[in-house]
């Protein structure tokens, strides 16, 4: 906890706790991840040992993400002159998209196009249309029995999927 080993506090006092949409979040699993106790929230004026802030978590499962609030105490347990308050911000990722299946081969005829953005959209999207990813990343572009690599099979058309080819899509390493 801090940037320093050395400078670290040996207590501090929680000031504030606050979920969004929901409730708890900051809890103590008092002993760790395998013990057989179940992590305890944390609420506003507990006190917490250095040892103890390396087993504090952030429950997201009641809530969507918040914010909680710290001050440094020093060996005697009182506040840090000239430390101001210190604010932890949770940011819950929105859930992950929903794909059926992890690979999913699409067969062409010889020498026609696959529209997948088109034809085959939850290829991309995902099956779950609240869930849809912002944007995805193409990190592998297979071209089994093609001898000539100058060109890619996967290309970027204009919106109606027609017209010209846009930008021929590359794997970049």
Same mark, same amino acid.
């Given at each position: 906890?801090?940037?320093?080993a050395?400078s670290? *506090?040996?207590?501090v006092?929680?000031?504030?706790?606050?979920?969004?949409?929901?409730?708890?979040?900051?809890m103590?699993?008092?002993?760790?991840?395998?013990g057989?106790?179940?992590?305890?929230?944390?609420?506003?004026?507990?006190t917490?040992?250095? +040892? !103890?802030?390396?087993?504090?978590?952030? !429950?997201?499962?009641t809530n !969507?993400?918040?914010t909680f609030t710290f +001050?440094?105490?020093?060996?005697?347990?009182?506040p840090? *002159?000239?430390? *101001?308050?210190q604010?932890? /911000?949770?940011? +819950?990722? *929105?859930?992950?998209p929903?794909y059926t299946? +992890?690979?999913?081969?699409?067969?062409?005829p010889?020498?026609?196009?696959?529209?997948?953005?088109?034809?085959?959209?939850?290829?991309?999207?995902?099956?779950? !249309? /609240?869930?849809?990813?912002?944007?995805?990343?193409?990190?592998?572009?297979?071209?089994?029995?093609d001898?000539d690599?100058?060109?890619?099979?996967?290309?970027?058309?204009?919106n109606?999927?027609?017209?010209?080819?846009?930008q021929?899509l590359?794997?970049t390493?």
């Amino acid at each position: 906890m801090g940037a320093h080993a050395t400078s670290k *506090p040996y207590y501090v006092r929680i000031t504030s706790v606050n979920p969004t949409n929901g409730s708890a979040g900051l809890m103590l699993d008092s002993d760790g991840p395998n013990g057989p106790d179940a992590p305890r929230a944390i609420g506003p004026n507990q006190t917490l040992s250095t +040892e !103890d802030m390396k087993r504090v978590t952030w !429950d997201a499962s009641t809530n !969507d993400g918040g914010t909680f609030t710290f +001050e440094v105490l020093d060996y005697y347990k009182n506040p840090v *002159p000239g430390v *101001p308050l210190q604010t932890v /911000t949770v940011d +819950e990722l *929105p859930a992950p998209p929903v794909y059926t299946k +992890e690979t999913d081969v699409q067969h062409v005829p010889f020498a026609q196009v696959l529209k997948i953005g088109a034809d085959h959209a939850d290829m991309l999207n995902g099956t779950n !249309d /609240t869930r849809k990813p912002a944007s995805i990343r193409i990190t592998n572009i297979v071209q089994p029995h093609d001898l000539d690599t100058s060109h890619s099979p996967l290309q970027l058309r204009d919106n109606n999927g027609t017209g010209t080819v846009a930008q021929q899509l590359r794997q970049t390493t």
